[in-house]
């Protein structure tokens, strides 16, 4: 009797691709993923269809470009095919544990097709800051002060960037420090959703079963297991410290030059929590192993997007740009049984994922997906179809406010060597030699390859026609009502 296969789906949010070890990151932030990736495809360009997360998870989950919808709907409309309601269908067993991140939540519909959803979220009304946003909201007499003199920074001068130096000190000597980076934590760790995934598994007897989990620990605030630090440096960063830099990297007051001197701790820092996630899958993979399951168990291991650190001068991951240091992240994918191949360099478009994944458990995936299943490229070596397309809205850094999502477009165009940004507001293109320039710091004048800016032009050109004719009014209805369903009843 063939035994049908399983799925254990893993997301690193923020979790760059150029900072795990079989990507080549000198660092030993992966040490058992690097061992699954031995027996496992590798895809060497994985790029998201948009970032950040609210942009990236409905691409993976319901291989559908994030703006088909139109830029001010999000997340997975009411009765939406995605891989999820596929593999219910099926008859899968199905649950995710998502660490917190208020986007992966019912609000934008992703707990639709799990029998078990568990965000660990106290509400759906949470609204996070946006990354960089000032933290001196404090109360008692100081912020009454500060919030005065704000007012009158713009004439103070010089004087008043010596103010804001005083009063970063200041805030941060009157903040008791907790005795250990668990108490500083914003999100649950992955030894936490981990356990909750290993209980599920116990209860579900031999049913085949799709267990998604998302994993925060590398996203800032940045504070990892101290067992996780500990094993990348001799000489970990104490709490006290960890908080002083972490609130000195989200200042929206200072310059690159003035943050650079502690991009070090702070990567630090996100590798800690990038070795602590790695930590825990072996744990979840031995308990899998156990119980004979992970032998008939397709893996994948993504990210919803990477992380910034001052590549560009900024920080963090919010919707401005679609440079490398964003869109590109790993991709591992353990088939059982699977000869393995060592794929192209060509881009492998997350668009695609859902599809692939379906092909790899033998379940068919809906004809409105927009992705196609790279299966089959993958056990040949064959370049990928191309070229990845990702975008966002520009400057959506709070999209729980409707009024975030309506800013221009954003649209990257990436082949496996050039590459077009494009940002519909500003109108402002950027055309990148990849090979000749990887970090993306000289964009071409389009004068100087007119025959490639005019071929990545089109293919945005074609992408937004595209997105128009799939524009579905009844998905696009059924999520707006929802969204202001919520809306009254939170109100």
């Known amino acids: 009797m063939h035994t049908r296969r399983s799925m254990l789906l893993v997301t690193v949010d923020c979790l760059r691709a150029d900072h795990v070890g079989f990507m080549g990151y000198r660092s030993p932030t992966t040490p058992f993923l690097d061992s699954l990736a031995k027996d496992s495809y590798v895809v060497p360009t994985a790029i998201v269809a948009g970032t950040p997360t609210y942009y990236s998870l409905p691409a993976i989950f319901a291989s559908r470009f994030p703006l ?37 939540s019912p609000r934008f519909g992703f707990e639709q097709g799990f029998d078990r959803f568990r965000d660990f979220l106290e509400s759906d009304a949470i609204e996070p800051a946006a990354p960089g946003s000032s933290d001196a909201n404090r109360s008692g007499w100081a912020s009454h002060i500060n919030r005065v003199l704000q007012k009158i920074r713009p004439a103070m001068g010089p004087i008043g960037k010596v103010y804001d130096e005083l009063y970063f000190e200041y805030c941060q000597r009157i903040t008791p420090v907790p005795d250990s980076l668990d108490a500083l934590r914003m999100f649950p760790s ?80 996100y590798d800690a929590g990038v070795r602590w996630v790695d930590e825990q899958l072996r ?16 893996f994948a291991l993504t990210a919803d997007h990477g992380e910034e650190f001052l590549d560009h001068g900024g920080r963090y991951h919010p919707p401005s740009h679609l440079k490398e ?17 060592k794929p192209k360099e060509s881009p492998f478009s997350l668009i695609h994922l859902a599809p692939t994944l379906l092909d790899a458990l033998g379940e068919s995936a809906p ?104 524009h579905n009014d009844r998905l696009r209805i059924a999520a707006f009502l929802r969204e202001r369903r919520l809306e009254w009843l939170m109100s």
Request: charged residues 20%; positive net charge; glycine residues 4%.
């Open 68 to 104: 088909a919808l139109g830029r001010d709907m999000l997340g997975i409309a009411p009765s939406e095919p995605t891989l999820t309601t596929v593999l219910q269908q099926a008859g899968y067993a199905t649950a995710c544990f998502a660490a917190a991140n208020p986007y992966i």
């Open 325 to 341: 240091e964003l869109i590109h992240v790993p991709l591992l994918l353990r088939i059982p049984e699977a000869q393995t191949s």
């Open 190 to 269: 992955a030894d936490v959703i981990v356990d909750h995934a290993i209980e599920w598994l116990s209860c579900i007897s031999d049913s085949p079963f799709f267990l998604w989990l998302h994993f925060m620990d590398p996203h800032s605030p940045y504070y990892p297991k101290y067992s996780a630090l500990s094993a990348l440096s001799s000489q970990p960063i104490a709490p006290q410290r960890a908080r002083y830099i972490n609130s000195y990297w989200k200042r929206t007051d200072i310059g690159p030059m003035r943050l650079a001197k502690f991009r070090e701790e702070i990567v630090a820092l």
């Open 367 to 470: 004809a409105k997906f927009h992705g196609k299943s790279q299966l089959s490229r993958l056990k040949s070596a064959q370049d990928f179809e191309t070229p990845a397309i990702s975008e966002c809205v520009a400057g959506c850094t709070n999209p729980f406010r409707s009024e975030n999502r309506k800013g221009p477009r954003v649209l990257s165009v990436r082949e496996s060597r050039y590459k077009l940004i494009k940002n519909f507001g500003t109108g402002v293109e950027n055309l990148y030699d990849l090979k000749s320039d990887p970090a993306e710091q000289s964009p071409l004048p389009t004068s100087v390859q007119k025959g490639i800016y005019r071929h990545l032009l089109e293919v945005a050109l074609d992408h937004l026609r595209f997105s128009a004719q799939e």
């Open 283 to 298: 744990r979840l993979v031995a308990s899998l192993d156990t119980s004979n399951r992970w032998g008939s168990c397709v």
